[in-house]
């Protein structure tokens, strides 16, 4: 399948009843529709997705239980979101560190005599000249 065609998603009620009664065609689909969304993504995101994907299905296959592997899989994401928002975080304290000493040199350069010492230069004598 072409990275520009969409796979419909198909309704709970279906997709329920096909991992019931045909596991093999569930997950074969389930594929299919994970395959044809790293696809369609920009070129440069690809190889993260299916890293990203590499772990969920590893952590699915080591799994004893499906409820087993959704907590890890929740944990996982949670572990990934934390990352994300103190990366977040910290570019923000930058941010405001960058401003907030902005501020300061404006600060100082609209009052300079408040916190500077004006330093006389005079012109040398044509007999100071070595």
Same mark, same amino acid.
């Given at each position: 399948?072409?990275? /520009?065609q969409r796979l419909e998603l198909p309704s709970h009620e279906f997709l329920s009843q096909?991992?019931?009664d045909d596991p093999q065609a569930y997950e074969a689909f389930r594929g299919?529709?994970?395959e044809n969304f790293i696809d369609s993504a920009p070129a /440069?995101?690809?190889p993260r997705l299916h890293g990203i994907q590499f772990r969920v299905d590893s952590v699915r296959r080591l799994s /004893?239980?499906?409820l087993g592997?959704?907590?890890k899989i929740y944990e996982l994401m949670w572990e990934s979101f934390l990352c994300l928002n103190?990366?977040?975080?910290?570019?923000?304290?930058?941010?405001?560190e960058y401003e907030n000493s902005q501020g300061s040199m404006s600060t100082t350069e609209s009052h300079p005599g408040a916190s500077a010492r004006i330093l006389e230069f005079r012109p040398r004598s044509p007999h100071d000249r070595k």
């Open positions: 399948m072409s990275a /520009r096909l991992a019931r299919e529709l994970l /440069r995101l690809q /004893r239980s499906a592997s959704t907590v103190q990366g977040w975080q910290s570019t923000l304290r930058m941010k405001n």
